[in-house]
């Protein structure tokens, strides 16, 4: 069992940063694979970054080079570090994790309950 719950949303000016984190507890943490999934009002909801139980990383096309995805496996704390932040990343923002997590996985294990980006132009 996993429990999540992120924090570090908020409203920015298009260019500006922010940074999200996501506070994992449950004696599974270490074997899980973690991610961050965003939707939008009236869009699906996607697949932004996942980290692997090694580190391993992807991204989505939209987000790379401009956010980061990392984790502190001592304090079991996910990490997004959000550059260059445009309109359309605002969006309801996820933590997720699961024992095996793509960027287009549906069905997954465990979310958190989101935080709000807003980003203005």
């Known amino acids: 069992q996993v429990q999540l719950e992120e924090s570090g949303g908020g409203s920015v000016q298009a260019g500006g940063s922010l940074t999200l984190s996501c506070k994992a507890s449950?004696?599974?943490?270490?074997?899980?694979?973690m991610g961050w999934f965003r939707q939008a009002p009236g869009k699906e909801r996607e697949g932004v970054a996942v980290?692997?139980?090694?580190?391993?990383?992807s991204y989505a096309e939209s987000v790379k080079n401009r956010f980061t995805i990392s984790k502190d496996d001592a304090k079991q704390i996910l990490y997004l570090s959000m550059h260059s932040l445009k309109p359309e990343d605002t969006a309801m923002y996820y933590c997720?994790?699961?024992?095996?997590?793509?960027?287009?996985?549906?069905?997954?294990?465990?979310w958190g309950q989101g935080t709000q980006v807003t980003v203005s132009s």
């Open positions: 997720a994790a699961d024992f095996r997590l793509s960027l287009t996985k549906t069905q997954i294990d465990y």
């Open positions: 449950g004696y599974m943490y270490s074997y899980y694979h």
């Open positions: 980290i692997e139980s090694d580190g391993r990383t």
